[in-house]
T-cell receptor
Framework: KAGVTQTPRYLIKTRGQQVTLSCSPI?????VSWYQQTPGQGLQFLFE???????NKGNFPGRFSGRQFSNSRSEMNVSTLELGDSALYLC?????????????FGNGTRLTVT | TQLLEQSPQFLSIQEGENLTVYCNSS?????LQWYRQEPGEGPVLLVT?????EVKKLKRLTFQFGDARKDSSLHITAAQPGDTGLYLCAYRFSGGYQKVTFGIGTKLQVIP
């Protein structure tokens, strides 16, 4: 069974630009969560989608948005990039996204904003 | 303020040594999960502890859930370089569809 796939692995963008990251979950998983990981803050929850609906949202500005498609693939978009958006963005899929259902992570997209 | 406090945040030890890392909170959890993240990869679930006082073993790793279900520990016996990584504890509140929240992690380096 293929794992969670995130593309691209690395991105370098300039302040003010926008970026779109992609995540393909494990086949059959309907929940997709996004996290931002930085050395100082650790893993911070961005949002979670289930069956194309945003079910949970973290405390990030509106510049961070996402969506999920009918095949459960998900994208997140960051507009008007700031230097502080430089981070590792991790996507995780889960069968149902509740209880003790584990998160299965991709290897992330490393975003650098210059 | 992190709801889950992990300590120590950094640990560098020699191969063969034992170590314990901690995950503490003032809140009571229905369960806690431990993940390990190796450099360049995403976190991978190691174990879920559910019952207060529960002890689970995974080869040389021993996980314990506190009796009051507010804390957990991970003990590694005879650490090996392959144990190097970031150890994260995490919880998801029960009821509805809740997000999974992570502690900041313990970064472990095992020197050969």
């Amino acid at each position: 069974k293929a794992g969670v796939t995130q593309t691209p692995r690395y991105l370098i963008k300039t302040r003010g630009q926008q970026v779109t990251l992609s995540c393909s979950p494990i086949s059959g998983h309907r929940s997709v969560s996004w996290y931002q990981q930085t050395p100082g803050q650790g893993l911070q929850f961005l949002f979670e989608y289930f069956s194309e609906t945003q079910r949970n949202k973290g405390n990030f500005p509106g510049r961070f948005s996402g969506r999920q498609f009918s095949n459960s693939r998900s994208e997140m978009n960051v507009s008007t990039l700031e230097l502080g958006d430089s981070a590792l963005y991790l996507c995780a899929s889960s069968l149902e996204g509740q209880g003790n259902s584990p998160l299965h992570f991709g290897n992330g997209t490393r975003l650098t904003v210059t | 303020t992190q709801l889950l406090e992990q300590s120590p945040q950094f640990l560098s030890i020699q191969e063969g040594e034992n170590l314990t890392v901690y995950c503490n909170s003032s809140s009571v959890f229905s369960s806690l999960q431990w993940y390990r993240q190796e450099p360049g990869e995403g976190p991978v679930l190691l174990v879920t502890v559910v019952t207060g006082g529960e002890v689970k073993k995974l080869k040389r790793l021993t996980f314990q859930f506190g009796d009051a279900r507010k804390d957990s520990s991970l003990h590694i016996t005879a650490a090996q370089p392959g144990d190097t990584g970031l150890y994260l504890c995490a919880y998801r509140f029960s009821g509805g569809y809740q997000k999974v929240t992570f502690g900041i992690g313990t970064k472990l380096q095992v020197i050969p």
